[in-house]
């Protein structure tokens, strides 16, 4: 294998800041007329501060010495606009990956190339999800539906300390609008094709002179746009209809004590994602010829709904040199998800079959019947003047799961579900301290260093039922690990900072049960933990006309969690990795053209490495199942066994080398209003969709745009826009199930639409 180059730190800086600068240079020009015209007279239009809680303080993202990107306002509305989940963040900030084998439910983050490509009910993942201050664990509770989102911080790197476990490849933070005292709310109304209607409103109402309430609804549906032309199975496929809502009410007697309380809960009803057998060329990753979107013949019954529902309390206290934090937070999910895995119709051993070759029928649907999570954090944090600042708190985590898989017979009338089936509960009970401590050394010089011990436990049992039963198979684990970070802010002048970061992170074990045999045994996975260096530098340009932040990164993890595939069956194993190694490049970038045009850019590059010379993986294709006639082809090195490889020096799956986006708007006064056009793109290079490599498993690259054209009045309280995403149409494979036969799952086709707003 080639090996690894290293990164040398500052050159790489210094060359990112001089490229920017040069792609500015109407900036430039603004500011070297500044004097000789008469618009100089004016005040002209400056960037708005950023505020984020990175570091669980309200902070200039300038003065936060880590890398941070963050989403909000119209660039958001825009993204969001088609009714797209929360998919639609993958690729907006640099480093940042977001998929899904289950459609709108279970979404994957992947941050710097670390992720989990498991579709198991209880993977853990390496990026944390944050949603108003509780940690949303369980996979099934980390797509709630955007929608009254005041800002989305993207937290790159681990953040071991204040954010505590699973984190070692970031956090994601949501942070939804809070009650105002004063009336408002809006009204927002969408329509496009293939039936879709979305609809969005929020009324703030102050109640008293102390409480003030906010309600936020959201609803979004599609019709089918996908028809089975069989006679069996669903018949038609990938409508949706996602219900959400959100009540907060805020109660402040005074200016010394908050209660901020929440109740929110989902609805989601549709299909699981569609699995399309032989839809890739062998040898290849490219469609076959001839290939219909619309039209996907299949056996099996398609169906997926997931509800959840939970409830928070945040109280405050201001005690004037201290602030006292509660944080007390339920989730609860219920989940069903049916599909006809093996992507056709009809089996070898039963014919007729297709499209093209099926080894075998497979009809699975993965049940949560259970699942709660109960957290509750304790924070305290210095709130005076001085060159010592501090943060410490305790955190408890409380999770119960129970999972049942089981199998339907498509070969039948009916599709009757199989006797046999296999269950898994895991209870989880985790609690850590945590503290961080900042000092001003100087006006210019500030140091930041944080420590948290955690102990999670886990109580794992999983069992097989069919004419016998196999298990229960217990597996309790007591883990412990101390993270800790140190980072150092320098002021370079008044409008540069540099930023040093060192910083661990944890993952704690993970145990899966999704036994498909009475042979099989659960996979356990141990600890990973993380250490990462970076470094980097958040500059405002031409008096504030612009904005970067580039950062150069390098990290190892050890004892790496990876998820391998069995190569024949619909079955996961857990594995670890000696060492996984990453380090890149990442670059953020808003600028103000002219009074009339905005642009953002942001990029990342990413190289990941597996070192372990001893791993090797089951591969696709089946080969035992069909003699060779079906299957992909591998280039990594054969393992020790017959259907293996091994995959040491492979990059991370789903991690792309190349990142992009870029955003481009331009408004005008017309009127009494504003008409403005807004684009934005994102682009990713290839990456292997599985731990080996193979031709037909090696995503291409993949560019989309989006366009936003509309018209806002009377001070902003009328708002007429269409919009259109994914406007080339692109379609490609995006992911695939490998112990099938060449089965590829897409990305979503062009949609476009209209939508009206009105606020008051």
Known sequence: MTKTPTISLYPALSILALAVAGAFPTCVLAQDSADTTPEAALAPQRLES????????????????????????????????????????????????????????????????????????????????????????????????????????????????LFGRNSPAGVIKFDSVKPQFKTEGYLNLGIGNYGAK????????????????????????????????????????????DNALRLQVLVQPNKDFSALFNVHARDLGNNATLFRANIIKQGTNELVDGFDYGNYPTDGINKQTLRTKGANMRLNWNLGEVTLHSITGYESAHFYSRADVDGGYGAVYAPPMGPGYIPFAVETADVLPNHHQFTQEFRAESNYAGPLQWIGGVFLFREHI??????????????????????????????????????????????????????????????????????????????????????????????????????????????????????????????????SYEAGIKEDLFDRRARLSASVFQYRVKDKQLTAGSGTVNMNQLINADKVTGQGVELDAQAILTDNLRMTLGGSYNQTEIKDGKLFVQYCGNYANTNGVAGCTVTNPA??????????????????????????????????????????????????????????????????????????????????????????????????????????????????????????
Request: no cysteine.
């Open 50 to 161: 950023v505020i984020v809680t990175a570091q669980r303080r309200s902070e200039n993202i300038r003065e936060v010495p880590l890398s941070v990107s963050t989403l909000k306002g119209d660039h958001l509305d825009a993204l969001i606009a088609g009714g797209d989940d929360i998919r639609f963040l993958s690729g907006r900030t640099p480093s940042l990956s977001v998929e899904s084998d289950y459609g709108r439910s279970f979404p994957r983050f992947y941050i710097r190339g670390q992720g989990n490509t498991d579709f198991d009910l209880n993977a853990s993942q390496p990026v944390g999800l944050v949603v108003d201050d509780i940690v949303q664990e369980s996979p099934m509770l980390k797509g709630f539906p955007v929608f009254d989102v005041d800002q989305i911080e993207v937290l790159r790197g681990p953040q071991g300390t």
């Open 402 to 531: 129970q999972i049942d898989s089981i199998a339907f017979d498509s070969l039948s009338a009916g599709n009757p579900q199989n006797p046999f089936y296999s269950t898994q509960t895991q209870d989880t009970r985790s609690w850590a301290a945590f503290g961080t401590l900042n000092y001003a050394v100087s006006d210019k010089l500030k140091l930041r260093g944080g420590l948290r011990y955690t102990t999670d436990s886990k109580d794992f049992s999983a069992k097989r039922v069919e004419a016998t039963t196999a298990g229960p198979f217990v597996i309790d684990n007591t883990s412990h690990n101390v993270s800790w970070d140190a980072s150092a802010m320098y002021a370079l002048d008044k409008d540069t900072n540099l930023f040093a970061r060192v910083a661990t992170g944890y993952r704690a074990p993970s145990m899966q049960g999704r036994l498909s045999g009475l042979s099989d045994r659960p996979s356990f996975a141990g600890a990973e933990k993380a250490l």
């Open 639 to 760: 393992g020790p066994f017959p259907g293996t490889v091994y995959i040491n020096g492979n990059p991370l799956p789903r991690a792309p080398t190349w990142q992009g986006n870029f955003t481009l708007t331009y408004s005008v006064p017309y009127k009494d209003g504003d008409l403005y056009a807004m684009t934005d793109w994102d682009y990713r290079s290839t990456y292997n969709m599985f731990l080996y490599e193979a031709r037909e498993y090696k995503a291409k690259p993949l560019a989309q745009g989006g366009l936003r054209v509309g018209y806002k009045w009377d001070n902003g309280k009328y708002e007429l826009a269409a919009y259109s995403r994914n406007i080339t149409n692109r379609i490609q494979v995006t992911g695939a199930i490998d112990f099938d036969n060449l089965t590829g799952m897409l990305n979503e086709p062009r949609t476009y639409g209209l939508q009206f707003k009105v606020n008051f």
């Open 198 to 241: 979305n609809a969005e409103g929020v009324y703030n109402l102050p109640m008293s002179d102390t409480v003030a309430a906010r309600l936020s609804v959201q609803t979004q549906n599609r019709d089918d746009r996908v028809h089975n032309p069989r006679p069996t199975g669903t018949r038609d496929l990938e409508g949706y209809h």
